[in-house]
């Protein structure tokens, strides 16, 4: 979809960044650059902690309370992401498998394999989500995008 897409028809995930050419940089100098996209993120956490809490408190009675599962819905490194925190919580946190669920835009096939355009289908989650797990409405569903304009 074109309202999806930046102006130069690519995601402004995958333009053109402060990192082009890596294939020139030293390794310190990836390394340093690494490092210093990391310290980023907790500094982006910081100023969304209201939001992750109002996440939180809006997920939490529904599981608890309601039997209710969660579902992490992304594409690409989102969704493989997604999927990889869904898997990991039953041995880590002892919850059962498929309270917290990982999906992927292309299916479990696109974690190995790249499925292109498939994070450009308006209703294609949600019709994932109702054919494959019946989602009802104890259920929460967290859409993870790192452009933030995936639909």
């Known amino acids: 979809m074109a309202d999806v897409k930046a102006s130069a028809g690519r995601l402004s995930t995958e333009s053109a ?5 890596l294939e020139n940089m030293s390794t ?3 390394l340093i650059g690494i490092n210093s996209e990391d310290k980023a993120v907790p500094l982006a956490v ?8 109002a996440l939180v408190e809006g997920v ?9 599962r969660l579902f992490y819905i992304g594409a690409g ?14 041995p880590t ?3 059962p498998q498929g309270v917290i669920v990982g999906v ?5 096939g696109a974690i190995r394999i790249a499925v292109e355009n498939a994070e450009d289908s308006v ?6 989500l109702v054919r494959d797990y019946a989602i009802t409405p104890d259920d929460c569903v967290v859409g993870i995008a790192a452009s933030g304009r995936t639909p």
């Open 46 to 53: 910081e100023v969304a902690i209201p939001q992750i809490e």
């Open 28 to 30: 310190k100098d990836l």
């Open 77 to 90: 490194t989102s969704g493989r992401l997604g999927v990889v925190d869904a898997s990991e919580c039953p």
């Open 93 to 95: 946190y002892g919850i």
């Open 17 to 21: 960044s402060n990192y082009d050419g």
């Open 60 to 68: 939490l009675p529904r599981m608890r309370d309601r039997a209710g």
């Open 123 to 128: 209703t294609g989650a949600w019709e994932d």
């Open 104 to 108: 992927i835009a292309g299916g479990d």
